[in-house]
């Protein structure tokens, strides 16, 4: 199969970190099942694939999810998306301690997977860490062998994010932020301060 590196450089530039959702659209069980689907595929460190996700759709545990979780650290005056524009859906991806108390970097790969699947469905969504993971455990009821390391808040998109090229020098910003027109703006490393041995490097 022929995959076209252009589309993967435009899904992957496309494939942003949202925070307010159109709340009047659902996202059907078996969509969400889709997306988990794609984690199969995904590179696992000696291939235990300890992972394991709880899918949060339910208003009640939609509701009582929420509160737990902390957005865009950045914003000091936002606490998060008000009612109306709130994520349709949750996926709490769970470590499974049963395969040791370590995934590598397992977890990170298969959110990508699913964002980028995400991202071609037209849906779009937050990575979260910022949580009580004891807490967490404690609302959803996880079993004890489950260990909560990230959630994924998911819905379709009600705001617009751009990237922007960050300026890489020794003061540069990597903040994103949001202005007048509600836009939010990620900030990326030029390609140059990533590549160590790069002949015009200025990355500090
Ligand atoms: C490991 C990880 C943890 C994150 N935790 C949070 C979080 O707790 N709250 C939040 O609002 N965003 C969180 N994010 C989203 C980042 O803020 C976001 O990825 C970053 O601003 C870059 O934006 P982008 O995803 O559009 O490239 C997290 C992202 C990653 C990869």
Not at 32 to 54: D, F, H, V
Not at 74 to 93: C, F, H, L, M, T
Not at 110 to 139: D, R, Y
Request: hydrophobic share 35%; with cysteine.
């Amino acid at each position: 199969m022929k995959i076209n590196f252009d589309s993967l450089r435009n899904l992957m530039m496309a494939d942003r970190s949202v925070r307010r959702f159109d709340e009047n659209k659902e996202i059907d069980a078996d969509v969400l099942s889709k997306l988990i689907e794609l984690t199969r595929y995904c590179a696992s460190g000696r291939n235990a694939q300890p992972l394991r996700y709880m899918l949060v759709t339910s208003e009640a545990d939609k509701e009582t999810l929420f509160p737990l979780l902390k957005w865009a650290g950045y914003y000091q005056d936002w606490d998060g998306p008000e009612k109306g524009e709130r994520p349709a859906a949750y996926i709490v991806q769970c470590l499974d301690k049963k395969y040791g108390e370590n995934c590598l970097c397992d977890d990170g790969l298969q959110l990508e997977a699913i964002t980028l699947g995400m991202t071609t469905l037209g849906l779009a969504g937050c990575i979260i860490k910022a949580f009580n993971s004891v807490e967490l455990s404690k609302v959803l009821n996880l079993e004890s062998r489950y260990s909560p390391r990230y959630v994924l808040a998911l819905g379709y998109p009600a705001e617009t994010v751009v990237i922007e090229d960050m300026n890489d020098g020794e003061d540069c910003d990597y903040k994103y932020y949001r202005t007048a027109d509600g836009v939010h703006h990620v900030p990326k490393r030029p390609l140059e301060s990533l590549i160590i041995n790069s002949n015009n490097s200025n990355s500090k």
